[in-house]
Nanobody
Framework: QVQLVESGGGLVQAGGSLRLSCAASGSIFRINAMGWYRQAPGKQRELVAA???????DYQDSVKGRFTISRDKSKNTAYLQMNSLKPEDTAVYYC?????????WGQGTQVTVSS
């Protein structure tokens, strides 16, 4: 079994910053890619950012220049640094990992940006 545990969500004012962390544990042979998704009330879950095993990154257009995804392979942990937050970034943020043997999701962490 593989577990993904997110942390770092919370309430922040517009223009502020938060850093999300996602730690993977359990029977992990190799993590191919990790990503962050978000889901706002009444909306579909959407990809925010992803990073591959070769550290190639991809971002949703709305967060480019504001969010940065990174990972510490030695700790099986991914991070999402979120700067210049906007009220429209409010959502539950989920970590996802593509691991040899399956794809896994975290439980989600709430990010609320007040105007």
């Amino acid at each position: 079994q593989v577990q993904l545990v997110e942390s770092g969500g919370g309430l922040v004012q517009a223009g502020g910053s938060l850093r999300l962390s996602c730690a993977a544990s359990g029977s992990i042979f190799r993590i191919n890619a990790m990503g962050w998704y978000r889901q706002a009330p009444g909306k579909q879950r959407e990809l925010v950012a992803a990073i591959t095993s070769r550290d190639s990154t991809d971002y949703q257009d709305s967060v480019k220049g504001r969010f940065t995804i990174s990972r510490d392979k030695s700790k099986n942990t991914a991070y999402l640094q979120m700067n210049s937050l906007k009220p429209e970034d409010t959502a539950v943020y989920y970590c996802a990992a593509q691991i040899v043997g399956g794809n896994y999701w975290g439980q989600g962490t709430q990010v609320t940006v007040s105007s």
